[in-house]
C-alpha cells in the first residue's frame, strides 16, 4: 500500500472528527454504514477507521505506521482486519463468507486490539448473507467493528440498515473538489472543471476519468444522439453499436443527458448541449417537458432493475430506450 497509513480525504475531515471523537468518548457502534454516491472515497475511509483502530500507538490524526499492527496492516496480512467483498465485481456476497465472518468474529483478538470486518458492496449481499449478517448485528461482539459500504443504501435490507450506525457522504462543494483536483490532473489534456461536471462532482471519479475514455464516449453519445434526433440515424443501428459496451453506463449517461436537457430548456448553461448543431438544438427546445419527465422516470427505472442483477437483453432494451426518443421526438412535431 503506498499511502499507508491512509489519511482522510480533504471532504471527509468531518466524518473524521466524528468518528475520532465517539473513539475517545468510548461510545464507538458496533456497526457502521458509510453511504453515499461513489468516488467519494469510502471504501477509503473504511481503510483509515480500520487502520487507526487497530494501531497499537495511533497519533491524534492517523494510524503511526511503524507499530507491529501497522506492519501487518501494511502488508495486508492482519489477523484482525477482514475484508468481504464479491468474489467478482458485480457477483453476490455470498452467505458463506459471512458464516466465515460470524466464526471469526466470536474469537478474541489477536493483537488484543480491535477486531474491524469493512463489508463492501453491503448491497451485493443476497438474502441469506443478509439473514446471516443479521444475527452477527444482534448478538456483537465486544470490540469488534463492523463497516458497511455501499452507494445504494435503500438497496440493503431495512433490518441491516437500522442496525447501523448511518454516516452519510455528500458531494462536497465544487470549491473543495477543485482544489484537490487541480494539481492531480494539470499536465494532463484535461480540464479539472470539465472532469468534475462529468463525475457529477465526485472528486475521486472525476481522477479516474483521466485514465478512461470517458470524454470521448459522452461525445460519441452526443452525437448519436445528435443524429438520431435530426432523423439521420436509426434507432436500432445506435443501439447495435451501444450494446457493445456497458449498458448502465449507458442508462446513467442517458438519465443526466435528460437532466441536463430539461435544465437547458429552462435558461440553465449546460456546455454540452450548447455546442451542438442549430438545428438539433432548435428541435431540443420544442420537446415537450412532461415527456421528457416521463422518459426520465422510465430510466430510473430501468436503472433499478439493472442494479438489482437484472440481465436484460441489451440490444433490445437500448432499441427500446432510443426508440422511445424518436416517440418523443415525433410528439414534439404533432404538437408543434
Ligand atoms: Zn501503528
Known amino acids: 500500500m503506498s499511502d499507508f497509513p491512509a489519511l ?17 468518548d468510548n461510545r464507538l457502534p458496533h456497526a457502521v454504514m458509510l453511504a453515499g454516491p461513489r468516488g467519494l472515497g469510502k471504501r477509503h475511509f ?11 500507538s495511533p497519533r491524534s490524526e492517523s494510524a503511526c505506521g511503524h507499530c507491529k499492527s501497522c506492519e501487518l496492516n501494511k502488508a495486508g496480512t492482519h489477523p484482525d482486519f477482514a475484508l468481504v467483498t464479491p468474489e467478482e465485481p458485480g457477483k453476490a456476497i455470498r452467505v458463506d463468507d459471512i458464516r466465515a465472518l460470524a466464526e471469526t468474529q466470536g474469537k478474541t483478538a489477536q493483537q488484543s ?25 444482534e448478538e456483537p461482539a465486544q470490540k469488534t467493528l463492523l463497516v458497511l459500504v455501499t452507494d ?36 494532463t489534456d484535461y480540464n479539472a472543471k470539465d472532469l468534475l461536471v462529468l463525475a457529477r462532482g465526485a472528486p475521486l471519479r ?21 443524429r438520431l434526433t435530426l432523423g439521420q440515424a436509426d434507432a ?47 428541435t431540443l427546445h420544442t420537446m415537450q417537458p412532461a415527456l421528457l419527465h416521463r422518459f426520465q422516470e ?22 427500446e430506450l432510443l426508440m422511445d426518443w424518436g416517440v418523443l421526438l415525433k410528439n414534439r412535431q404533432l404538437r408543434s
Request: charged letters at 15%.
Open 8 to 24: 482522510p480525504y480533504p471532504w471527509q475531515q468531518s466524518l473524521w472528527q466524528s468518528f475520532y471523537q465517539q473513539l475517545l
Open 236 to 282: 436500432i443501428n445506435v443501439a447495435a453499436q451501444w450494446q457493445k459496451g456497458d449498458v448502465t453506463e449507458q442508462v446513467n449517461w442517458l438519465i443526466s443527458w435528460l437532466h441536463d436537457l430539461t435544465c437547458w430548456q429552462v435558461g440553465a448553461e449546460v456546455p454540452h448541449i450548447e455546442q451542438l448543431d442549430t438545428a438539433i438544438k432548435q
Open 152 to 187: 445504494a443504501p435503500s438497496a440493503v435490507l431495512p433490518t441491516i440498515r437500522s442496525r447501523c450506525q448511518i454516516r452519510s457522504l455528500a458531494i462536497p462543494s465544487a470549491e473543495q473538489s477543485l482544489h484537490w483536483l487541480t494539481p492531480l490532473v494539470s499536465g
Open 113 to 137: 486490539g480491535y477486531k474491524v470486518v469493512v463489508l463492501e458492496p453491503a448491497e451485493a449481499m443476497n438474502n441469506n448473507a443478509a439473514n446471516a449478517l443479521l444475527k452477527t448485528l
Open 298 to 319: 422510465k430510466l430510473l427505472s430501468c436503472k433499478k432493475r439493472l442494479a438489482s442483477g437484472a440481465n436484460p437483453n441489451k440490444q433490445l432494451l437500448l432499441e
Open 206 to 226: 472525476a481522477r479516474d476519468l483521466v485514465h478512461s475514455d470517458a470524454l470521448e464516449q459522452q461525445q460519441s453519445w452526443l452525437n448519436d444522439i445528435g
Open 46 to 56: 473504511a481503510r483509515v477507521m480500520a487502520q487507526y483502530l487497530l494501531c497499537q
